[in-house]
T-cell receptor
Framework: DTEVTQTPKHLVMGMTNKKSLKCEQH?????MYWYKQKAKKPPELMFV???????INESVPSRFSPECPNSSLLNLHLHALQPEDSALYLC??????????????FGPGTRLTVL | QQPVQSPQAVILREGEDAVINCSSS?????VHWYRQKHGEAPVFLMI?????EQKGHEKISASFNEKKQQSSLYLTASQLSYSGTYFC?????????????FGEGTQLTVNP
């Protein structure tokens, strides 16, 4: 299985809502990532988990809260978002070991719209 | 620091060749190339590592000039399926926890 899955595919939420994005991989990867991508822009790193521990937080506002319950799952909890947070949220994973081949496998993303 | 890609966009006819460049002002450990089609996830194409090793797609080649911190992606005999936005990503460290920073992308269109 060489797939990263993300749910939901689309999400529309109000500024007072609380929602969560889910990401799953069964490749045995130990590093998982959240990226935010605006239209016609590159993916922008938000968080990195390495062996289920948060290793990088790119100064993301606290209204985004990541969680890694186990090595296969990654969640992104959303609360009190702003319209400018509307974007494609991509999850990715990589092997995580100290080795040369560290390509990242991306999921299809969740298209988030904040009203 | 974000790598710089050029050109921003290129339009080809099927069968033509293209080169996409990626450069950084900082010393790099690796350069990664991805292609993203509209509405889809980025797909891994190639990784080039400090020291010359490279892994990736059979039909796509790339180079990494460590002295100049530049990489080029060579697309030969282009096919319609090559259309998409190509991103280079650069890493300064060798652990998966180090940041992969993407360039702004090169939009490639292959016409019949």
């Amino acid at each position: 299985d060489t797939e990263v899955t993300q749910t939901p595919k689309h999400l529309v939420m109000g500024m007072t809502n609380k929602k969560s994005l889910k990401c799953e991989q069964h490749m045995g990867h130990r590093a998982m990532y959240w990226y935010k991508q605006k239209a016609k822009k590159p993916p922008e790193l938000m968080f990195v988990y390495s062996y289920e521990k948060l290793s990088i937080n790119e100064s993301v506002p606290s209204r985004f809260s990541p969680e890694c319950p186990n090595s296969s799952l990654l969640n992104l909890h959303l609360h009190a978002l702003q319209p400018e947070d509307s974007a494609l949220y991509l999850c990715a994973s990589s092997q995580g070991r100290r080795e040369l081949r560290n390509e990242q496998f991306f999921g299809p993303g969740t298209r988030l719209t904040v009203l | 620091q974000q790598p710089v890609q050029s050109p921003q966009a290129v339009i080809l006819r099927e069968g033509e060749d293209a080169v996409i460049n990626c450069s950084s002002s900082k010393a790099l450990y690796s350069v990664h190339w991805y292609r993203q089609k509209h509405g889809e996830a980025p797909v891994f194409l190639m990784i080039l590592l400090k020291g010359g090793e490279q892994k990736g797609h059979e039909k796509i080649s790339a180079s990494f000039n460590e002295k100049k911190q530049q990489s080029s992606l060579y697309l030969t005999a282009s096919q319609l399926s090559y259309s998409g936005t190509y991103f280079c990503g650069t890493r300064k460290g060798e652990t998966s926890g180090s940041r992969l920073t993407f360039g702004e992308g090169t939009q490639l269109t292959v016409n019949p």
